[in-house]
């Protein structure tokens, strides 16, 4: 079985409990406009072209038997143009490439192999640490899942899961029973809303959540909060009601938008996608803190 | 007198003679209070206030310069109306030179102190003993070397003066040998002229303070305050002289005192920490406020080294380690390099103090892998005792503290590579297959590391490496002599071959550098065939001129040192592993002890004019690898795979040290879940057989805004290459090197 993943990332400090190893699953079923990792998201262009890289040596443009790349006779003299449109992802290019201007977003790998990266790090995982899976959304993939965190569980290894929760509640069972922890997130409890931002309705996600506490899967939840969409009264309402249903649930963390996912989406060709407007202040963040925590049923981690 | 020297501003009727100096900064400068003053950090919280605001204002005023400008007002003392002292001996110029140090110096008493004594001749600050003839320097000091403070605390001063006297009734001893032990008394006496100068002062302004120092150093400490007083000032005077010492154990040698007290209950651990506190704020009296662009001016080598066992095995951890920790968190000083020996017994607690204090950035504490330190020094040839109490010289060369002479010297394997075997700086050699290539590299080196060894000895005794030994004599030096085991009882120098051990140790520079060159020729000429031998001789004599093509391709298809990847980091390993083999058959044939190290401590800033165009892809000036680490730009993998990478070498055979720098990104160690990380990767490179880790958390935009506007940011400190240095004292290439290697962990 082969798993499409786009990135693997050793001494990962902010995806679970110590140092990890988290492993990117390419696609994903929303279309976040906040997406920080565009690349994930399935039916994206195949390939990251980074301009800075280019030499224009015009290899790429020999390659491609598609004709997605071009060189520039004029302008930036011989400097060269990608087309993602174009490309039907054979990865001619990538190969011919001696700078790593072009570069596959995503590769085939076997779940023993990733499990073999991940492993070189063992040393590093003491008790806490281990692998996350993380995406796009990894569910999407859920025999690959499984398989890794199989392999994980053989190996001693703790196992996070980050989902956004819309995948086919039969896969949830098999893998809350070999995941230490789920990081979910919470888009936003005002649905209409959720439909319009990310595409989906957040009725599915809801609902397995719900089943993953009642199989007694441990749960972190989170939510990304933008200025002017999500950061406000209704959601962190809804957010806080969420948490204090879920029996295992032990924390909510609140993430402040950032435009991270922009400079990835240029380079694949997407156009920039950050919105400085979406940031909130730091004082915004605190005062969304204050308000869940007096929301929210004691005994739930306070949000960092 | 000549007065064309910069140093002769001070006139030999010196006002300071008898004066404490009070300026109007006070009043002028000084923040409305301590506890409003921010001590710079990479962490996205404060760091914590423990000190009073009085401390924490000292320190400032100390970090900034203050007390450093002072002393550039009285640079040196001259020596020119000494009557005689043309026609003296080396030895009784120094004694003279030293006494009139002693009578002339500054007195320097600050308000909040809490220990007396300063260094305060700016001389010093150039690595010079600061009494001048006719304008000029006498003699170069001593630095890289740990002294015997221990032995200070015990016995007090008078407990060595006692020694020399019994040794000199030894009626077999030969004239240079009552010439040195005379000078160390004579050293003591001046040092009696320095101290009764300071209780004069002190006694109305300072009444504690006084009642300790009439007791240390020259008698055996009592307590915990009289024990910092004694350690700073036989500190502070050997800085006086010139010499840069390193500090040592401090937990080991002050945690007993500190434990009495506080059971006793004389002492809170409040204020036992304001009592330490200030002797790191006066450990800052040299930092200037101006801001001399160079390599850094945080570097005065007083290093600390802390936690690991004692000589029967003992855990030394103590409440003193806290503090120091606590302190350096609080005040972010980063004069005092903090190493901390870890290992088995290591407290989880003292872990997590380490990298709660590693998190605020300023790459202030660093650690050693006390079991394989301790397991290279016995294989090397100390005995168990002797390895268990291994601290440093000032920077982080594995010693024996109070008792090793200590020198380094420090080639670029590099250089050789690309000269001597490949014959790039002139008609290139031709090689058929890598194993050729290799074995006349290995010849290479080992001619190098023979040079060295053979100038190394003929230096420090006009001979070659032979049965018939004796040393040579060498510039006087018994400041350092008298507090370093070997040279009372031999009567000969420190310098001069008096300590019980001689250290002298090759370091290779460049050694990723050279990995990476042999692994690129490896694949590019010998496996892929992308190009001859002598083709790629030819592109790299050309600086990789109109072929930007196939550089691009070595830079980017192949993995390099530093990314956990095997077949790559065989080839700087086994450069490591075979200099350390070439250094261990050089063994036994001299008293003088050889051990292998390897360091660039930013001579790789240095070398890179020298060196061709690499083949990997790096063109002629690069600034390329730093001591252990990987070349700037080609590690992708992270820390963890750094670390990795860097273990697979027998570290354990570079008996002088190995180190490696890891920068790691502010955002990678925020949160709870930071410390826990670091915690985990000091675990990692403990349980992998390193040697010597380096972590330094930055922020490359903090470092850039620094750049523009220096005077905002001049606190802030990073890890150089072995030590510390405020980052505004780096000179542009320093600071980019630093900036471009911050990206670690992201
Ligand atoms: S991946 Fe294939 S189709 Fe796509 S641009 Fe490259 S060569 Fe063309
Ligand atoms: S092959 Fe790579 S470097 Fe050359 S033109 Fe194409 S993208 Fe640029």
Request: include cysteine; proline fraction near 5%; hydrophobic fraction near 45%.
């Given at each position: 079985m082969l798993l499409s993943i786009t990135n693997i990332q050793r001494f990962s400090t902010h995806d679970g409990p110590g140092v990890r190893t988290t492993v990117f699953f390419q696609g994903c079923p929303l279309r976040c406009a906040w997406c920080h990792n565009p690349e994930t998201q399935s039916g994206c262009p195949m390939l990251f072209y980074v301009a800075g890289r280019c030499i224009g040596c015009g290899a790429c443009v020999k390659a491609c038997p598609n004709g997605a790349h071009s060189m520039h006779p004029f302008g930036r003299t011989g400097r060269h143009d990608y087309d993602a449109t174009l490309c039907k992802g054979c990865f001619r290019c990538t190969e011919a490439c001696p700078a790593k201007a072009v570069e596959p977003v995503s590769r085939m790998l076997d779940p023993v192999e990733i499990m073999e990266i991940v492993l070189k790090d063992k040393v590093f995982y003491g008790e806490k640490g281990g692998i996350t899976l993380s995406g796009g959304e990894p569910l999407l993939q859920a025999g690959g899942c499984l398989e890794l965190l199989r392999l994980a569980k053989d190996n001693g290894l703790n196992t996070v899961v980050e989902t956004a929760g819309h995948f086919d509640a039969t896969h949830l069972a098999p893998i809350a029973a070999l995941t230490d922890l789920f990081l979910w997130d919470f888009k936003d409890g005002n649905a209409k809303r959720h439909k319009e931002y990310t595409g989906v309705s957040n009725a599915l996600i809801l609902k397995n959540l719900r089943a993953a506490d009642a199989l007694g899967s441990k749960i972190l939840l989170r939510s990304m909060l933008a200025k002017g969409i999500n950061l406000e009264e209704e959601h962190l309402h809804s957010l806080a009601e969420t948490a204090s249903g879920l029996k295992h649930c032990i924390g909510v963390e609140l993430l402040s938008y950032h435009p991270y996912g922009g400079s990835k989406s240029e380079q694949m060709g997407l156009g920039d996608n950050g919105r400085k407007d979406w940031i909130p202040s730091a004082e915004e963040m605190r005062l969304a803190g204050e308000t869940l925590h007096r929301l929210m049923r004691p005994g739930i981690r306070e949000p960092e | 007198m000549s007065l064309e020297s910069p140093w002769n501003r001070m006139s030999l009727e010196s006002p300071y003679k008898h004066m404490i100096l009070e300026s109007p900064w006070n009043r002028i400068h000084r923040e409305p209070g301590g506890n409003n003053l921010e001590f710079y950090t990479a962490f996205n919280e404060k760091r914590p206030i423990r000190l009073n605001a009085q401390t924490r204002e000292f320190a400032w005023e100390s970090l900034h310069g203050r007390y450093g400008e002072e002393s550039l007002r009285t640079p040196v003392v001259a020596v020119d109306d000494i009557i005689g002292f043309e026609r003296m001996t080396e030895y009784g110029k120094y004694d003279a030179a030293i006494a009139r140090i002693a009578e002339m110096a500054p007195i320097r008493i600050c308000e909040f102190e809490t220990v007396s004594g300063a260094a305060t001749l700016g001389g010093a600050i150039d690595h010079v003993v600061p009494a001048f003839w006719r304008g000029g320097k006498l003699w170069d000091s001593v630095s890289h070397v740990t002294l015997g403070f221990g032995k200070v605390l015990e016995t007090g001063i008078d407990g060595?003066?006692?020694?020399?006297?019994?040794?000199?009734?030894?009626?077999?001893?030969?004239?240079?040998?009552?010439?040195?032990?005379?000078?160390?008394?004579?050293?003591?006496?001046?040092?009696?002229?320095?101290?009764?100068?300071?209780?004069?002062?002190?006694?109305?302004?300072?009444?504690?303070?006084?009642?300790?120092?009439?007791?240390?150093?020259?008698?055996?400490?009592?307590?915990?305050?009289?024990?910092?007083?004694?350690?700073?000032?036989?500190?502070?005077?050997?800085?006086?002289?010139?010499?840069?010492?390193?500090?040592?154990?401090?937990?080991?040698?002050?945690?007993?005192?500190?434990?009495?007290?506080?059971?006793?209950?004389?002492?809170?651990?409040?204020?036992?920490?304001?009592?330490?506190?200030?002797?790191?704020?006066?450990?800052?009296?040299?930092?200037?406020?101006?801001?001399?662009?160079?390599?850094?001016?945080?570097?005065?080598?007083?290093?600390?080294?802390?936690?690991?066992?004692?000589v029967d095995g003992q855990d030394v951890t103590n409440e003193v380690t806290y503090l120091v920790l606590d302190i350096v968190e609080e005040l972010g000083i980063g004069d005092f390099p903090v190493s901390v020996r870890i290992g088995g017994n290591t407290p989880e607690k003292l872990l997590t103090r380490m990298a709660e204090v590693i998190r605020h950035g300023g790459g202030i504490v660093a650690a050693y892998n006390e079991p394989l330190i301790l397991k290279s020094l016995t294989e090397f040839g100390y005995s168990t005792a002797e390895a268990r109490r291994f601290a440093n010289d000032g920077c982080w060369e594995v010693q024996v503290p109070g008792k090793t002479h200590f020198g380094y010297y420090p080639f670029d394997s590099l250089k050789i590579l690309l000269n001597d075997t490949l014959g790039l700086n002139g008609t290139p050699a031709l090689f058929d297959d890598f194993g050729s290539l290799y074995a006349k590299y290995l010849a290479d080196l080992k001619r190098a590391v023979e040079g060295i060894y053979r100038d190394t000895v003929r230096d420090r005794t006009g001979q070659l490496p032979g049965a018939d030994w004796h040393w040579r004599t060498a510039i006087p030096c018994s400041a350092v002599s008298m507090l370093t085991e070997g040279c009372i009882e031999s009567g000969l120098s420190y310098l001069g071959g008096g300590a019980r051990y001689n250290v002298m140790s090759p370091h290779i520079g460049g050694a990723p550098d050279a990995g990476n060159s042999l692994y690129a020729i490896h694949k590019l000429v010998f496996e892929e065939r992308k190009v001859s031998f002598s083709g790629l001789m030819a592109i790299l004599q050309s600086n990789w001129e109109g072929q930007e093509a196939l550089r691009q391709y070595v830079l980017n298809q192949y993995t390099y040192y530093g990314n956990d990847h095997d077949e790559a980091d065989a080839f700087t390993c086994n450069v490591l592993n075979d200099f350390a083999g070439i250094v261990a058959e050089l063994k036994g044939r001299c008293p003088i002890l050889f051990p292998a190290g390897v360091s660039t401590f930013g001579r790789q800033i240095e070398w890179a004019p020298f060196r061709t165009a690499v083949p990997f892809g790096r063109r002629k000036g690069d600034i390329l690898s730093s001591n252990t680490s990987p070349t700037p730009g080609t590690d992708s993998a992270g820390a963890t795979a750094m670390i990795r990478s860097y273990c697979k070498a027998d570290l354990s055979r570079q008996a002088n040290g190995a180190a490696l720098d890891v920068k790691l990104h502010h955002t990678a160690v925020q949160g709870e879940n930071g410390v826990e990380s670091l915690v985990a990767l000091l675990k990692g490179f403990v349980a992998l057989g390193g040697f010597f880790l380096q972590p330094d958390v930055v922020d490359a935009t903090v470092l850039r805004l620094a750049q523009a506007n220096p005077e905002d940011y001049k606190t802030l400190s990073v890890r150089v290459s072995g030590w510390n240095a405020r980052f505004v004292t780096l000179g542009p290439e320093w600071q980019e090197m630093v900036i471009e290697r911050t990206a670690q962990g992201v």
């Open positions: - | 060595i003066a006692q020694e020399l006297i019994l040794r000199l009734a030894d009626p077999a001893l030969g004239a240079p040998q009552i010439e040195i032990l005379e000078s160390m008394r004579n050293t003591i006496g001046a040092l009696r002229v320095w101290h009764k100068r300071y209780l004069e002062a002190l006694a109305r302004v300072k009444p504690a303070i006084h009642g300790n120092l009439i007791h240390v150093p020259f008698k055996p400490a009592r307590h915990f305050h009289e024990a910092v007083q004694s350690l700073w000032f036989v500190f502070a005077f050997e800085r006086l002289c010139g010499n840069w010492p390193g500090i040592g154990r401090i937990d080991e040698m002050l945690g007993g005192f500190l434990k009495r007290d506080l059971a006793s209950g004389v002492l809170t651990l409040d204020e036992a920490r304001e009592i330490l506190a200030g002797f790191f704020i006066k450990g800052c009296e040299w930092i200037r406020r101006d801001i001399p662009e160079d390599c850094g001016d945080a570097h005065h080598y007083q290093n600390i080294v802390l936690s690991g066992m004692d």
